[in-house]
């Protein structure tokens, strides 16, 4: 059984070694393994309200991903570049990933609710943790998405 270090740390708090670490990962899955040409820097992750959670197995870098701030009051806190290294599929860290997220949104942003652009073949993924489909399917970089959405009520605290 692999044991895991779980890390957030907003925007700013990412040194250019952990910076480096996680787009690396980002980039060998999303950009090589997928073959999608895309622009990965986006300009979002060094922004003081982006959350990033790392987890590490042995040093290394077996899974991330980033919260979004709302803007607003009113808005969802976006999931976004969930990334699971090859090594740690098929593990159960994915679920655990999407559970240390909504905690944090819950401990961070109360009441709120969350959202995501997944990969369509990952919608029964999501639809486990209380993600709903809000839009039809549609391309992004050439991958099939879907829009989903989760909201907080009484049963999903």
Do not use: K, N
């Not at 039809?136 to 998405?145: F, S, V, W």
């Not at 989903?148 to 009484?154: G, I, N």
């Amino acid at each position: 059984m692999t044991s895991y270090e779980w890390i957030w740390q907003t925007g700013p708090e990412l040194d250019p070694a952990g910076l480096y670490t996680l787009l690396s990962l980002r980039t060998a899955v999303f950009v090589v393994e997928q073959q999608c040409a895309y622009q990965e820097l986006d300009g979002r992750d060094l922004v003081p309200s982006t959350h990033h959670l790392q987890v590490l197995a042995a040093g290394q870098l077996a899974a991330t991903l980033r919260l979004q701030a709302p803007a607003t009051v009113t808005q969802p806190v976006a999931i976004g570049r969930v990334v699971i290294h090859p090594d740690h599929r098929g593990s159960g860290l994915g679920h655990d990933l999407l559970r240390a997220a909504l905690h944090r949104i819950e401990s961070l942003w109360p009441g709120r609710s969350a959202r995501l652009s997944a990969q369509a073949h990952l919608r029964a993924y999501y639809g486990r943790h209380g993600f709903e489909p809000v839009s039809d399917i549609y391309l992004e970089d050439g991958i099939p998405h879907i829009d989903m959405h989760r909201a907080w009520d009484a049963e999903s605290r």
